[in-house]
């Protein structure tokens, strides 16, 4: 009867450990934009009020919200990810690989029964395998987004002291010393977003600069290009380089200043990023240590406690 008890037990214990572990990773901010974390802070520094959900003593901050219309945006985080194929492919492709798995593995669940045994698994755990692959495919094409994200504005805040020396030095345009050192950086993210066939597309596909896209015909202003592309592709690095280039090209401010200037805020930028993924990697640290003594305590505490019951029954 304990032996029972506990394996009737143990699958909500498990269940209770990792919720545990998924609320202590939201505690500890693991869920946060760090941009968002960034605008907190900056705020919080001059005592602005920015709505702290928890304990500001503990620094503890909710997840963002998510807004479900850029969720099932699906054509716009396509593009995010590098995917130029349509919406309606990709979706036809997760679907058949998920009816795949599913039809495989009903086979080799079925396999036994036909030959007089038994199913080993119960029949709905084909179709939850298939729905898990379709659903961790569009999981991966948000994330594959999210680090291109990531990557252009690592790549933006890496060429603002090269246009000083291209702009006032070389008197090279800005667009094509953007574009120049876009095309020589490692990493070619910054090169692909310029190109026309994939800002064209970015930009009709987000309803915030689907009006300005015909304004970005003919000859245009470098700057509104990448103030579009900012709003598009979520980089704030991005804005800033449309900001700067607006100052140059239409102000006429000096192109060396502004340069320098954006070189500095990106690296504060930066800076200020890394001291803010060091501050949660020290909070999210502690948690897999607590997890897994919740998870070694699930498993081995229930036979503890029935053992101390049948000794001093």
């Keep these: 009867m304990p032996d029972l008890v506990t394996q009737q037990a143990l699958p909500w214990l498990l269940a209770i450990v990792c919720g545990v572990w998924v609320v202590g990773l939201w505690l500890g901010g693991a869920f946060i934009d760090h941009r968002v974390e960034l605008f907190r802070q900056a705020a919080l520094r001059r005592g602005l009020n920015v709505g702290v959900e928890l304990t500001p003593a503990l620094g503890m901050r909710g997840p963002r919200r998510l807004d479900a219309r850029q969720l099932l945006d699906l054509r716009r985080v396509m593009l995010l990810a590098g995917r130029m194929e349509s919406v309606g492919s990709y979706v036809s492709q997760s679907c058949a690989l998920a009816l795949l798995a599913i039809a495989v593995l009903s086979g080799l669940d079925a396999l036994p029964a036909v030959l007089g045994g038994s199913m080993p698994v119960a029949l709905y755990v084909p179709l939850v395998v298939g729905l898990g692959l379709g659903a961790v495919r569009i999981l991966d094409l948000y994330s594959h987004a ?43 993210i910054l090169a692909e977003v310029l190109q026309p066939a994939y800002w064209r597309r970015l930009i009709a596909a987000t309803p915030e600069t689907r009006s300005l896209l015909s304004q970005l015909t003919g000859q245009f202003a470098a700057a509104d290009l990448y103030m579009a592309l900012g709003v598009a592709v979520g980089s704030a690095n991005m804005r800033e380089l449309g900001v700067a280039a607006k100052r140059i090209l239409e102000t006429g401010e000096p192109a060396r200043r502004v340069c320098l200037e954006l070189a500095k805020q990106l690296q504060a930028q930066q800076i200020h990023a890394s001291e803010v993924a060091v501050v949660r990697a020290e909070k999210v640290s502690v948690v897999p240590m607590v997890g897994m003594l919740l998870a070694i305590f699930a498993v081995i505490g229930p036979a503890i406690f029935f053992q101390m019951m049948q000794a001093f029954s």
């Design 146 to 188: 999210a680090r291109r994200q990531v990557a252009l504005d690592r790549a933006i805040s890496d060429i603002p002291s090269l246009l000083a020396i291209l702009v006032s030095a070389r008197s090279m345009p800005f667009p094509d010393a953007v574009s120049m050192i876009a095309k020589l950086q490692v990493d070619p």
